[in-house]
């Protein structure tokens, strides 16, 4: 755990690391409640609560977010080696080993995918036997993270995989852990028929740093039509974060909630 955390200095630190890394040109990195909670979900990745991490924050590229871990390692927050994986313009934050642990049990068939393409006039569920072609890309991704060759001299290695036709909106809710990932045929443009369908969303958090917000693990939704059929498959997701969170003890009061919504438009 890094050495007195919960001290000023130790959260100035944090932030500068952020800070002084994460800038675009003249402009500052991320406010401090970002940085910190940037902080807090890097750490996340390292305890293997989540899979990766879609840094979304501002423009920063893969080479910024090389020397923001480097930082952190070199503050002792950090004490394993993370990757940074770039598909198509976005960054990911993963842990080789755990991301490829996680994507090998998707293939055993621990996730549901509901397919949202517009020319449905409701959602539907599949398995990923039903999703050959998104199978082959798992595979891909797993072959690629296995074959990296760690070089000792650097603290965070980096790679980039060619994405080009893939359905990157189905992708990442896969390598975020999410447990029912969206999916649609691109072919039918960005459009889905969740419009002004009733969703259950799902947030899980947990306390990390004292007096600080929650740091966000997971937010995902299920269209509430189909939440009886998913119920197993979420149940497992729950049981297994669960289980993961009492292996280590950076943090505290892991919280899962939903909420049900319903929205004239829904962005993927």
């Not at 996680?102 to 068939?109: A, P």
């Not at 995989?161 to 909106?169: A, E, Q, T």
């Not at 004292?210 to 998913?230: I, K, R």
Request: charged letters at 15%; proline letters at 6%; glycine letters at 6%.
């Amino acid at each position: 755990m890094f050495p007195d955390i919960m001290s000023t200095p130790s959260l100035q630190l944090l932030v500068a690391a952020a800070q002084q890394t994460l800038g675009m040109g003249k402009r500052r990195g991320p406010p401090r409640a970002v940085c910190l909670h940037l902080a807090g979900e890097v750490l996340a990745v390292a305890r293997g609560l989540k899979p990766a991490l879609l840094y979304d924050y501002n423009c920063a590229g893969a080479s910024e977010l090389q020397n923001y871990l480097e930082e952190l390692q070199g503050l002792g927050f950090l004490t394993q080696g993370l990757h940074i994986l770039e598909l198509g313009e976005n960054s990911l934050i993963v842990s080789p080993e755990r991301v490829c642990e996680h994507l090998e049990q998707v293939l055993l068939g621990t996730v549901a995918f509901v397919d949202v393409s517009s020319s449905q006039p409701h959602p539907s569920v599949h398995s990923l036997d039903q999703l050959q072609d998104l199978k082959c890309l798992i595979d891909e991704i797993i072959t690629h993270l296995q074959g990296l060759e760690r070089d000792p001299s650097l603290a965070v290695s980096c790679s980039r995989l060619c994405s080009s036709g893939w359905n990157l909106c189905t992708v990442f809710g896969i390598l975020l852990g999410y447990p029912v990932p969206y999916t649609f045929h691109l072919n039918q443009g960005d459009d889905n028929c969740l419009a002004l369908t009733p969703l259950r969303v799902f947030t899980a958090q947990t306390s990390w740093l004292l007096g600080q917000p929650s740091v966000l693990l997971y937010s995902f939704s299920v269209p509430e039509s189909l939440f009886p059929a998913l119920r197993d498959v979420l149940d497992t997701w729950e049981e297994n974060l669960r289980n993961r969170y009492r292996t280590q003890n950076d943090f505290n009061d892991l919280t899962i909630s939903s909420e049900i919504v319903t929205l004239p438009a829904v962005a993927l």
